[in-house]
């Protein structure tokens, strides 16, 4: 019996998880990591088919081992992967039977998903898979002014002759079913993007593609960018901090934020806006202070490799994520009535009663906490489980500091511990 429409806008994923597990890695890796300058180059570049195509022919990613590539991950202290199936380019990861645009047909030689899903499976990560809505080189897809290779094209009439959206649309959904039903469970379902007017839920037909996809992995997390205001499970804002925790009429809401360690999500050779391991330990703890989950982005090589570059990253926050990972799975944002010291972010284990403060910025001596006095059993360094003393402030130093009656006191050691950033572990009564 088919599910409904009704019943699949109805329909949400199991998110459990995902506010558990936090953090997650983006993987961005197709035939544009040869042109090793952006995922878009064949849209910046107006690049035509048959000139891309050298990177089909040369596409030969010997040195491929996803085992290497999900240890990687879950020594970041990863806990679920988002891999682009198919990225706007077209071209297909997955021994796909709707296209000869595929892995298999490379030098590559083979279905390159399977083994991904299978090594990070095998490393306790679950599966994400991003699936691009846009696609520049199927020959139904209508030509339009805003994006694509073909967009400043002056004949597009004349190219879009022959074109039937609808028939991509009917790709675009049996690829899905291949996807959700070859590849075991899916417990991420990542589509990209809509651009109304020019592409919308009418070009993809939404409705139809939510209902497969809740027909065939009911439980699965579904984001936000198929141009319907229902069916989806998380936001994703990208390539920003949010401000607070994101919100949908006035509701906070499960969200996750992608991000990429430099200024491209596809390998980029010669980009050299990297993020510093600081940078980026405070955004994975800033997104969770905030109650979301950071997706952080790989861009593998055409060898099929993680570059030195991400690779050192992802060692600095599998280190940091060592000693602290507890004040990350499992947290969210403080309760409000916890106001957050200044150059610090908090977050909080509902559970388990303990709130962590994560310190950007190492005070001198003294840290206050407004309203926490009396209610902090212990207080700890994380990195070392070191005892951070709750003290009253002497009378001399007290006559110089506004304090109110419900501010805690933690005495700092002088020296910042050695930790990218510090985190002391409240144990609340
Ligand atoms: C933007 C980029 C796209 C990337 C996506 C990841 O849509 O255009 O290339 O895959 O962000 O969220």
Redesign the pocket.
């Known amino acids: 019996m088919t599910l409904s429409l009704e019943d699949a806008r109805a329909m949400k994923g199991d998110t459990s998880w995902f506010t558990h597990d936090r953090f997650g890695m ?1 993987i ?1 890796w197709g035939l544009y990591a040869l042109g090793a300058r952006h ?2 180059l064949k849209h910046n570049e107006e690049i035509p088919d048959d000139v891309y195509q050298k990177y089909f022919k040369h596409f030969d990613p010997d040195l491929y081992d996803p085992d290497v590539w999900a240890a990687a991950a879950e020594g970041a202290g990863m806990k679920y992967f988002v891999i ?1 199936t198919k ?2 380019e077209g071209f297909c990861l997955w021994d796909t039977a709707l296209t000869d645009y595929k892995a298999p047909n490379t030098p590559a030689g083979r279905d390159l998903l399977r083994p991904m899903v299978d090594a990070f499976r095998a490393h306790n990560l679950r599966t994400g898979l ?1 699936h ?1 809505l846009i696609d520049w080189h199927h020959p139904d897809f209508v030509v339009d002014p805003s994006i694509g290779p073909l967009r400043n094209t002056t004949n597009k009439d004349e190219l879009n002759a022959g074109r039937d959206q609808a028939r991509y649309a009917a790709y675009l959904h049996a690829q899905v079913r291949e996807l959700l039903t070859q590849y075991g469970k899916i417990d991420v379902m ?1 589509f ?2 809509s651009y109304p007017p020019h592409k919308g839920h009418d070009d993809w037909q939404s409705d139809e593609l939510l209902r497969i996809v809740r027909e065939l992995q009911p439980h699965i997390i579904l984001d936000d ?1 198929l141009d319907i205001p229902y069916g989806w499970d998380i936001k ?1 804002p ?2 920003f901090q949010p401000r607070g925790w994101v919100q949908v009429d006035g509701k906070p809401v499960v969200w996750e934020a ?1 991000q990429t360690f430099s200024g491209s ?2 390998y980029h050779r010669d980009e050299s806006s990297w993020k510093s391991h600081e940078q980026l330990i405070q955004m994975l703890i800033d997104t969770v202070s905030k109650g979301g989950n950071l997706l952080l ?1 790989v861009g593998p090589t055409g060898r099929g490799e993680f570059d030195v570059r991400a690779l050192d990253r992802l060692h600095a926050m599998g280190a940091w994520m060592r000693r602290h990972n507890r004040s990350i799975y499992g947290c969210t944002a403080a309760p409000a009535d916890y106001p957050t010291p200044q150059d610090c972010r908090l977050t909080y284990n509902a559970e388990k009663k303990r709130l962590y403060v994560h310190v950007f910025a190492w005070p001198f001596v003294h840290l206050h906490l407004d309203g926490l006095a009396g209610k902090v059993e212990y207080a700890q360094l994380l990195n070392d489980a070191s005892e951070v003393k709750m003290v009253e402030l002497p009378a001399w130093q007290a006559t110089h500091e506004t304090q109110n009656a419900d501010t805690l006191v933690l005495e700092l050691p002088v020296q910042k511990p050695d930790a990218v950033v510090p985190v002391i572990e409240l144990f609340l009564k």
Do not use: I
Request: glycine share 4%; hydrophobic share 25%.
């Open positions: 983006f961005h995922e878009w682009t990225h706007h991003y691009s990542w990209d993007f960018r994703t990208e390539q992608c999500w596809g982005n």
